[in-house]
């Protein structure tokens, strides 16, 4: 019985994603009469995420659990609430500012890009 | 029980007979409006053959959603609040008929004139109007909002609505919390926000009082037509809060859309708003309680948007439009962190937008 590779399989489910969102992009989309465009382009928009999910694993999460000491995310919620943190308050910020951009290079990276052009403080 | 049912449609005429005393009700058309993941608007146009409503008539029927949010209020309640708003001269749909009769549909409903614009706040904040219009429209909602804010917990039309919180910035923070609880989400970043704002909650009911509040009056539930706000819509989370809750949310960053650069709602400018707002109702906008209110305003868009996606995540009601939601909530938090950061570095300017 061959031994599993979780990686390898995270790859081949990020290339498939890619593929199913290059075809539903290529051959689907343009085929749907306009009154289909706006649940065709959320269809669009939920592949697109996936896909970046699957290629770029949980970096995000890793990330503030290595700042916190805390890996469960349930828990690190709960000693937040509770103020029990042992963390500098500069320091959680930056690290959960970070957490959140890394969530957005997953779920938009096109708000990121345009808020790092800073048009949201014009 | 679904509403495109033929079923649904005759029983529906039947009832309609009964409350207008007319001969002969014809449905010229019965279509749900797009929107509304937390109650279903339908489109409904009848001809009707005598008495006081005849001709054709133009009316939206609402009623719940397969699934709704328990925070959200029943159409029975719903429906005296829009008597008692648009007594006020608020711009708002004008209550018709309310069904508390689940055989009819299945579901409570009622049925409201259909007012005319766009809603979509997508397409509102491409117009690309004037600075004129622009400005009359910043006006007109700064008015329209003083308006409703008239309404205090005194009005006995509104006792369906409970006393008002002892302190509305606590008990926002305890709702959020709540919220967060029962979904059983892992959400440090909200909690964060959470802390910080209990921190200045004291800062967040300047005048001490607490007044109606539509709770989400912003871009997308409100009809424009010509550059005027011809209806203030979806009324189902009004009640008693600090008058700054309902301004934050309308200056959400989260409710911009296409144009960030317009504090409210990506249509207008703040300074327009604010002076209707304050001559309308003799009471000046507290800005750094404006600042905290916009925090919370992001937080609970965020709560909301978590528990909307866990009505799909569960298989209670599958849908692609709620699943998505649920992917915003870290631009929520994104906005949530800068506006702390500002706000602590004292370099907010909403204001000035």
Redesign the interface.
């Known amino acids: 019985m061959m031994g599993t590779d979780k990686s390898a399989d995270q790859r081949a489910l990020a290339g498939l994603a890619r593929a199913v969102e290059a075809e539903f992009t290529a051959s689907v989309m343009t085929a749907l009469p306009d009154t289909q465009k706006y649940r065709s382009a959320m269809m669009r928009r939920a592949l697109q995420i996936m896909t970046r999910q699957l290629a770029g694993g949980d970096n995000a999460a890793d990330e503030l659990a290595t700042l916190t000491g805390c890996a469960d995310f349930a828990r690190l919620a709960v000693l937040i609430r509770q103020r029990k943190l042992t963390l500098d308050d500069a320091q959680l910020r930056a690290g959960l500012h970070a957490h959140v951009r890394a969530r957005l290079a997953q779920t938009n990276p096109g708000f990121l890009a345009r808020h790092d052009r800073g048009s949201d403080n014009a | 029980m679904r509403l495109d049912e033929r079923d649904a449609q005759d029983r529906l005429r039947h009832w309609l007979a009964q409350q207008l005393g007319a001969g002969k009700i014809t449905v010229t058309d019965f279509s749900r409006l797009s929107g509304g993941a937390i109650q279903e608007n339908w489109q409904l146009n009848v001809d009707v053959s005598d008495g006081a409503f005849a001709g054709e008539q133009h009316w939206v029927l609402r009623t719940d959603a397969l699934s709704s949010l328990s925070v959200s209020h029943s159409r029975g309640t719903e429906f005296a609040i829009l008597q008692a708003v648009s007594a006020q001269g608020v711009l708002a749909p004008r209550p018709l008929f309310y069904c508390a009769d689940k055989a009819v549909l299945g579901r409570a409903f009622f049925l409201m004139n259909r007012a005319d614009g766009i809603a979509q706040g997508h397409k509102l904040t491409r117009l690309g109007l004037s600075r004129g219009a622009a400005e009359a429209l910043g006006r007109q909602l700064g008015q329209q909002m003083a308006c409703l804010h008239r309404l205090g917990p005194e009005t006995k039309a509104l006792g369906v609505l409970g006393p008002p919180p002892e302190h509305p910035a606590r008990h926002q923070i305890a709702v959020m ?1 709540d919220g ?1 609880d029962r979904l ?6 909200l ?2 926000g ?2 910080w704002l209990e921190d200045r909650a004291d800062h967040m009911n300047p005048q001490g009082c607490s007044v109606l509040c539509h709770r989400d009056f912003r871009t997308g539930n409100f009809l424009v037509k010509d550059g005027q706000m011809t209806a203030l819509l979806d009324w189902e989370f009004t009640g008693w809060s600090d008058r700054h809750e309902d301004i934050g949310w309308l200056c959400a ?1 989260c409710w911009r859309f296409a144009a ?2 317009l504090t409210v709602g990506g249509m207008a400018r703040f300074s327009d708003f604010r002076a209707a707002y304050e001559t309308e109702s003799g009471i000046d906008i507290d800005l750094f309680a404006l600042s905290l209110w916009q925090v919370m305003a992001e937080i609970r868009w965020a709560v909301i948007a978590l528990q909307q996606a866990a009505r799909n995540d569960s298989g209670e009601e599958l849908s ?2 709620l ?2 939601s649920g ?2 909530v ?2 929520m ?2 906005h949530m ?2 506006l ?2 500002e706000i602590d570095r004292g370099c907010w ?1 909403d204001d000035r ?1």
């Open positions: 919390r967060l059983a989400a892992s959400a440090p970043v909690e964060y959470l802390n960053r960030p650069e692609l439009e699943s998505l992917q915003m870290p631009e938090e994104y962190l800068t702390i950061d300017r937008k």
